[in-house]
């Protein structure tokens, strides 16, 4: 017997790395019109290195560096690990930390020894005079993301780190905008880094500083106008994003439990290469049903 059109497509997909939960996937993904990406570890490799710490006031870069780590200790977050990572790498001993918490497209914190310990996104609305401002923007400015340390209320440093585009990401992003149109990024991170990194892919719409009900918020905007939307992340920070559009896809890679669930799909090779000639595989398996 042969099999059907849109089962033999469900094969073909996960031969190729693109797992997608089942048929219907394949019938939304045939209709979808637009693409979303998440910047961190979608559009980039989501491996981000720490290059740059500048202290502030009496603190050491490396004080800095080690307050940071701590605070990071329970974070699944890549900026959270790369920081942890880096004190590592340079044979820093980590103090105990308790309290932890992450706020999601924020941040963390958490004590260490007896300090409230702040590591995240800067304050958008931040005063130009203000201490940490000016390293902020000069981290920013070299397209770098810009994380602010805060210890009792005070900011101590400003760590500046550096994520790469993934390979092939013009081309891959080229092959989505013939099928969907101009691909939007959708980002937490602040509008300096989107849009260096936005220039070297020669993408035109990328939309930063947005938490994680802002970006759920902007699929929302594309669906009420009529679109059917394809979303991307890295799971994240992003199950909401994910979940809201009409098909969301998680890159394998460092995805959670709670992405994995909120997704249709998962990209396990060729994350961005593979999502062009999915939808391609989609349409043709609905003409041939038909
Ligand atoms: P993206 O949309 O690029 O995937 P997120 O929504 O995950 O980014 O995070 C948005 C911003 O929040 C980051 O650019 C960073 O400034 C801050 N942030 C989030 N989690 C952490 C963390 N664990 N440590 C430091 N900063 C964080
Ligand atoms: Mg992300």
Redesign the pocket.
């Known amino acids: 017997a042969t099999m059907p059109p849109l089962l033999a497509a469900l094969a073909v997909a996960g031969r190729r790395g693109t797992l997608v939960k089942d048929v219907t996937v394949l019938e939304a993904l045939a209709e979808v019109d637009t693409v979303v990406l998440?910047?961190?570890?979608?559009l980039t490799t989501g491996r981000p290195r720490v290059v740059e710490v500048h202290p502030l006031g009496r603190w050491t870069a490396d004080e800095v560096l080690v307050t940071a780590a701590a605070a990071e200790q329970g974070s699944e977050h890549v900026l959270g690990r790369a920081v942890r990572g880096h004190a590592l790498e340079r044979g820093l001993g980590l103090p105990a930390a308790s309290g932890f918490a992450a706020v999601p497209g924020e941040g963390v914190r958490a004590d260490v020894a007896g300090r409230a310990v702040q590591v995240g996104r800067p304050d958008p609305d931040a005063a130009p005079g203000e201490p940490a401002t000016a390293l902020v923007r000069g981290v920013q400015e070299g397209g770098r993301t810009a994380v602010v340390v805060v210890v009792d209320g005070e900011p101590a440093g400003v760590v500046g780190l550096s994520d790469e585009p993934r390979p092939g990401a013009a081309e891959a992003l080229g092959g989505l905008r013939r099928l969907l149109g101009e691909p939007e990024i959708l980002t937490g991170d602040a509008p300096r880094p989107a849009r260096v990194l936005g220039e070297r892919l020669g993408l035109s719409t990328v939309r930063a500083g947005l938490l994680p009900a802002d970006k759920v918020d902007a699929v929302r905007a594309r669906q009420a106008s009529g679109h059917r939307v394809l979303a991307a992340?890295?799971g994240?920070?992003?199950a909401p994003l994910l979940a809201s559009a009409d098909v969301g896809l998680v890159v394998g890679e460092g995805a959670g439990a709670l992405a994995l669930e909120a997704a249709d799909g998962v990209l396990t090779r060729d994350p961005l290469g593979s999502i062009a000639p999915l939808v391609e595989l989609a349409r043709r398996a609905r003409r041939i049903a038909r």
Request: no cysteine.
């Open positions: 998440d910047k961190t570890g979608t992340g890295d994240i920070n992003d």
